[in-house]
Nanobody, 125 residues
Framework: QVHLVESGGGLVQAGSSLRLSCADFGRTFTRYTMAWFRQAPGKERVFVSAITWSGDRTSYTESVKGRFTISRDNAKHSVFLQMNSLKPEDTAVYYC??????????????????WGQGTQVTVSS
């Protein structure tokens, strides 16, 4: 069973970088599409990025293109989000999610059925 745990969040200044990690302690996520979502205070949870199980295709929301990079290491049952040139508007709780049902490289939250607990990212101006 997939069990996701995020780490790597923190408080940083604008322009800084952070690398988020998501580990599957259930060690079963190898063939799943994985994604990152984020939820800012008072706002809905929104898509950030996704990666296919093989890593051959990725997708990003427009606001993070060129700044964020998603990757995965299936041998380590982990997915990562490298975030560069952070902006105050990137402040949110970041969630890792797994698509165990096979929707594909989607951006809709309903396509992902297993979620981590989230990690806080705060970017000060």
């Amino acid at each position: 069973q997939v069990h996701l745990v995020e780490s790597g969040g923190g408080l940083v200044q604008a322009g800084s970088s952070l690398r988020l990690s998501c580990a599957d302690f259930g060690r079963t996520f190898t063939r799943y599409t994985m994604a990152w979502f984020r939820q800012a205070p008072g706002k809905e949870r929104v898509f950030v990025s996704a990666i296919t199980w093989s890593g051959d295709r990725t997708s990003y929301t427009e606001s993070v293109k060129g700044r964020f990079t998603i990757s995965r290491d299936n041998a380590k049952h982990s997915v990562f989000l490298q975030m560069n040139s952070l902006k105050p508007e990137d402040t949110a709780v970041y969630y890792c999610a797994a698509d165990t049902q096979g929707y594909g490289l989607g951006s809709a939250a309903y396509a992902y059925d297993v979620w981590g607990q989230g990690t806080q990212v705060t970017v000060s101006s």
